[in-house]
């Protein structure tokens, strides 16, 4: 099993930044990319950024140039920096793996709260 746990989450002006990041334990191994997702009330869980094993990295088209996505030394902890945030940024962000031998999303941190004031 693996486990995910965020921190960094908070309040911040627009046009502020913020630091998530996302340390995984348990069989870390078992992990291929890991992922940053976003839920905002009344709308559904999307993918906001991604990075493989080898460093590769993608982000959906509404946050390119503003956000980041970086693995840590050991490649278990992974940070999505937040830069010019904006009110439509607010959401719930979550910590996400893909299963290597799948390849579908297996494992989910908790979830931590970013509210970005206008």
């Known amino acids: 099993q693996v486990q995910l746990v965020e921190s960094g989450g908070g309040l911040v002006q627009a046009g502020g930044s913020l630091r998530l990041s996302c340390a995984a334990s348990g069989s870390i191994f078992s992990i291929n990319d890991m992922r940053w997702y976003r839920q905002a009330p009344g709308k559904q869980r999307e993918l906001v950024a991604g990075?493989?094993?080898?460093?590769?990295?993608y982000y959906v088209e509404s946050v390119k140039g503003r956000f980041a996505i970086s693995r840590g030394g050991a490649k278990n902890t992974v940070y999505l920096q937040m830069n010019s945030l904006k009110s439509e940024d607010t959401a719930v962000y979550y910590c996400?793996?893909?299963?290597?031998?799948?390849?579908?999303?297996?494992?989910w941190g908790q979830g931590t709260q970013v509210t970005v004031s206008s």
């Open positions: 996400a793996a893909t299963n290597r031998a799948t390849s579908t999303t297996d494992y």
């Open positions: 990075i493989t094993r080898g460093g590769n990295t």
